[in-house]
């Protein structure tokens, strides 16, 4: 089956350690992107990548670092800068890059707890 | 710059009953728009959008949405509300102009169908 898989859904990370958000998908996208989703706030940008081997700033990127090595795989990571990490993650990709009229596929999301 | 506005926090309506999910927005030029759905602990499922043509638009499960440019809105509707339609709901736009065009969420609305 065709789609994007995030993996752990569950993560916990303990104050100052660094932690990757896996993102892969099967569909033969150009772009992909990184959402933070804090209840009440709605989904906000992270990173966002338009082809391999680049990337680019989101709305909200510090204490984030992303990498776009692979066209398939677009790996989120959480630092230690991060100051509230604590937060529902989600991946999706859109077939070219900024999307148009194209929705955007979304995956099952991670959720990060600090403890 | 582009925003998306969703008035109502929670909406609630019982089984049979239309329901109405209320979206407004912002954009430069023409948009794009999309409403997507979400369950709880999930990825966002994509709903409809509107790209061009008629004004409603026709989409998943019933659902349906009406683009009104006078009043900037893109209201989510389903003429009979099912329990099961009890989720998260986001409306999304993306602006038509060169470059990168992010996606645009709202902060969601909380549909809640009784029996």
């Known amino acids: 089956d065709g789609g994007i898989t995030q993996s752990p859904k569950y993560l916990f990370r303990k104050e100052g350690q660094n932690v990757t958000l896996s993102c892969e998908q099967n569909?033969?996208?150009?772009?992909m992107y990184w959402y933070r989703q804090d209840p009440g706030q709605g989904l906000r940008l992270i990173y966002y990548s338009q082809i391999v081997n680049d990337f680019q700033k989101g709305d909200i990127a510090e204490g984030y670092s992303v990498s776009r090595e692979k066209k398939e795989s677009f790996p989120l990571t959480v630092t230690s800068a991060q100051k509230n990490p604590t937060a529902f993650y989600l991946c999706?990709?859109?077939?070219?890059f900024g999307g148009g009229n194209t929705e955007a596929f979304f995956g099952q999301g991670t959720r990060l707890t600090v403890v | 710059a582009q925003s998306v506005a969703q008035p109502e926090d929670q909406v609630n309506v019982a089984e049979g009953n239309p329901l109405t999910v209320k979206c407004t927005y912002s954009?430069?030029?023409?948009?794009?728009l999309f409403w997507y759905v979400q369950y709880p602990n999930r990825g966002l499922q994509f709903l409809l959008k509107?790209?061009?043509?008629?004004?409603l638009v026709k989409g998943s499960y019933g659902f349906e949405a009406e683009f009104n440019k006078s009043q900037t809105s893109f209201h989510l509707k389903k003429p009979s509300a099912l329990v099961s339609d009890s989720a998260l709901y986001f409306c999304?736009?993306?602006?038509?102009?060169?470059?990168?065009?992010?996606?645009?969420f709202g902060t969601g609305t909380r549909l809640l169908v009784s029996p």
């Open positions: 569909l033969n996208h150009d772009a």
């Open positions: 954009v430069s030029g023409n948009p794009y």
């Open positions: 509107y790209i061009t043509g008629d004004n």
């Open positions: 999304a736009v993306r602006g038509l102009n060169t470059g990168f065009q992010k996606l645009v």
């Open positions: 999706a990709s859109s077939p070219e």
